[in-house]
């Protein structure tokens, strides 16, 4: 018999990915969305899914909702995905990062507990809980430091699915994955952010890139790589935590310069560092040791840093032409 799988944050960049993986395995999808006035599915749309995963609207607000969401499609596996993810604006909305992004996973392995504690979980945790440098390269033992209120909250989340583990035994795994990129994430993502706007420039459609802090460092994957790790996860034998990263580091700067080399262009003549896009707090030095994951999971990330940027740079290239009709 085919598996069933729940998605929360179906319409976000990882969404998107795991359903379309899910479905190549065979797996029924559910994908849950919350309720906004223009639904969006555009990344479901351009990886050619949209019709093939069922949508049901769940609000990680909303205990009763989940319930009644699990009670329906009776999944064998959830991936809880939904978060408010953007680590800048959750210095702006503390309180309601905290019930998403925390309290909303919360909400999520009680929901698993009521109505059957036999459904595997999977939270999605973040590298952002290592915060402040502690240690180098950062793996599941490292001291977590959080240095946001997103962090905190993804902190706080990573603890009750431990908890959840030890305390009624639900299969509940958290994955402490480092940034994932690709070109189905959001826009205002330093990533995207960069690659959008390199191809803006390369069209005559924008003149200069602003960005704030240009020396942080960051462990940057491709996301639909990251993805396979999240479902290898809950395919094993115990419930673990597991770190998935690449093991290398670049910083924004080495991430913008690589984006305008692709369109042969000098960075140095477009990028402003605008102190509007510093943050209260930032993480400066992030880079993972994903060995536990090569050697337990079998999990390897294969595209490399520079791939990655061509690839993000491409496909924005192409939507930025078809936009403008070139
Ligand atoms: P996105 O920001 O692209 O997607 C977040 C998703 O959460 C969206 O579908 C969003 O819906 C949904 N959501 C937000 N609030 C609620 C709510 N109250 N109820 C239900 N759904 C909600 O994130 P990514 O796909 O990049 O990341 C997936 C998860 O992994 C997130 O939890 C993120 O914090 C975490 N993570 C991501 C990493 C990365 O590098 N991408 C690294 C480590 C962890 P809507 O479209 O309506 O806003
Ligand atoms: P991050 O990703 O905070 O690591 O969280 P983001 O791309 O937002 O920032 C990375 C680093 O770049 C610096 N930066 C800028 N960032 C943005 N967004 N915009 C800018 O203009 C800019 N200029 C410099 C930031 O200060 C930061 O140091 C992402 C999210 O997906 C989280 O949900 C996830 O948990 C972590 O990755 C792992």
Redesign the pocket.
């Not at 769940?58 to 607000?61: E, T």
């Not at 999605?124 to 952002?128: C, D, G, M, T, V």
């Given at each position: 018999m085919a598996k069933t799988a729940l998605i929360?944050?179906?319409?976000?960049?990882?969404?998107?990915?795991l359903a379309q993986f899910l479905l190549e395995k065979g797996y029924r999808v559910w994908g849950?969305?919350?309720r906004?006035s223009t639904?969006?599915l555009e990344?479901l749309e351009y990886l050619g899914i949209r019709d093939k995963v069922e949508l049901v609207p769940?609000?990680?607000?909303d205990l009763g909702n989940i319930i009644r969401v699990l009670e329906k499609v009776q999944p064998d596996e959830v991936y809880?995905?939904?978060?408010?993810?953007?680590v800048a604006v959750s210095f702006e909305q503390p309180v309601v990062t905290g019930?998403?992004?925390g309290l909303?996973a919360a909400r999520m392995l009680e929901a698993v507990r009521i109505v059957n504690p036999q459904i595997k979980f999977y939270q999605?945790?973040?590298?952002?809980m290592f915060g402040k440098v502690q240690a180098v390269p950062q793996n599941e033992n490292t001291p977590f430091y959080p240095r946001s209120p997103?962090a905190a909250a993804?902190l706080y989340a990573h603890w009750m699915t431990v908890n959840y583990r030890e305390a009624y035994g639900i299969f509940a795994c958290s994955?402490?994955?480092?940034?994932?990129?690709s070109p189905?994430?959001?826009l205002e993502?330093v990533t995207r952010k960069i690659t959008y706007t390199v191809a803006q420039i390369k069209h005559g459609l924008a003149r200069e890139l602003r960005l704030g802090n240009l020396e942080a460092r960051r462990d940057?994957?491709y996301?639909p790589e990251?993805v396979e790790a999240m479902w290898l996860m809950l395919q094993q034998d115990e419930p673990d935590d597991y770190v998935i990263a690449t093991g290398e580091t670049h910083s924004v700067k080495e991430f913008a310069q690589e984006a305008f080399a692709c369109v042969g262009l000098d960075w140095r003549d477009y990028v402003v560092e605008d102190p509007a896009f510093y943050r209260p707090a930032d993480v400066e030095l992030l880079v993972g040791d994903a060995t536990k994951a090569q050697q337990k999971l079998g999990w390897r990330p294969r595209t490399t840093f520079k791939e990655l940027v061509r690839l993000m740079v491409e496909a924005d290239l192409k939507r930025v032409g078809d936009r403008c009709g070139r």
């Open positions: 929360t944050g179906i319409t976000g960049q990882d969404g998107a990915y849950a969305f919350r906004s639904v969006n990344r769940l609000d990680l607000l809880n995905l939904a978060a408010q993810s953007f019930e998403i992004t909303g999605a945790s973040s590298s952002e997103y993804k994955g402490i994955l480092f940034n994932h990129e189905l994430r959001g993502f940057w994957g996301a990251y």
